[in-house]
């Protein structure tokens, strides 16, 4: 149990454009889930923290009108990054917690990741 | 200061060898703690969860010291696969927080 699919894994577009990416729970309700970004050789940083049916809460120095989070159901979530640019080139992973049959509440299980390259 | 720090390594080490990581975290207000190991390019896993009294998974033990703060990972006979990064995870009202990781290659 406890899977996270993401979709999709890997995306190339042009400056400008925007890039959704989503993020499910396969086999459990999320009632949390959680986006991420990692750069090469560093570690996770946490963009936003979403709960089903409200707003996202974004970390300090991540742009909500640039990086839209919306979590419309206890399965999906969705990140678009809007306007993308080179420099938001980077590997982005969702992960999820909620009711896992045999597991902790606490726990976040991740997506496969998405790698994006902003030409 | 890091929420999380962790040596980053990187640990070379033969297979077979023992090998432990450690962890420390700022926040005292802490509830939860965890190993994630991540390799190449891909997401972290889940390893095991760390409680107050240690635990151990087949050739991993975790250890947690609340009094320093402290988080341990001891991984005895390593294998090559054993070879990825281990991320020291701490939480707090489902806010998690991740160590820089630290860099694990066993050889043959």
């Known amino acids: 149990g406890a899977v996270v699919s993401q979709h999709p894994s890997r995306v190339i577009c042009k400056s400008g454009t925007s890039v959704k990416i989503e993020c499910r729970s396969l086999?459990?309700?999320?009632?949390?889930m959680f986006w991420y970004r990692q750069f090469p050789k560093k570690s996770l940083m946490l963009m936003a923290t979403?709960?089903?049916?409200?707003?996202?809460?974004?970390e300090q120095g991540v742009e909500k009108d640039k990086f839209l989070i919306n979590h419309a159901s206890l399965t999906l979530s969705t990140l678009t990054v809007t306007s993308a640019h080179p420099e938001d080139s980077s590997f982005y992973i969702c992960?999820?917690?909620?009711?896992?049959?045999?597991?902790?509440?606490?726990?976040?299980?991740f997506g496969p990741g998405t790698r994006l390259t902003v030409l | 200061r890091k929420e999380v720090e962790q040596d980053p390594g990187p640990f070379n080490v033969p297979e077979g060898a023992t090998v432990a990581f450690n962890c420390t975290y700022s926040?005292?207000?802490?509830?939860?703690f965890f190993w994630y190991r991540q390799d190449c390019r891909k997401e972290p896993k889940l390893l095991m969860s760390?409680?107050?009294s240690g635990n151990e998974d087949g050739r991993f033990t975790a250890q947690l010291n609340r009094a320093s703060q402290y988080i341990s990972l001891l991984i005895r006979d390593s294998k090559l696969s054993d070879s990825a990064t281990y991320l020291c995870?701490?939480?707090?009202?489902?806010?998690?927080?991740f160590g820089a990781g630290t860099r694990l290659t066993v050889k043959p």
């Open positions: 992960s999820a917690s909620g009711r896992v049959v045999g597991g902790r509440a606490d726990t976040q299980y």
């Open positions: 086999d459990f309700q999320a009632t949390t």
């Open positions: 979403s709960n089903e049916g409200s707003k996202a809460t974004y």
């Open positions: 926040n005292s207000a802490s509830q939860s």
């Open positions: 760390v409680y107050s």
């Open positions: 995870v701490v939480n707090r009202n489902n806010d998690m927080r």
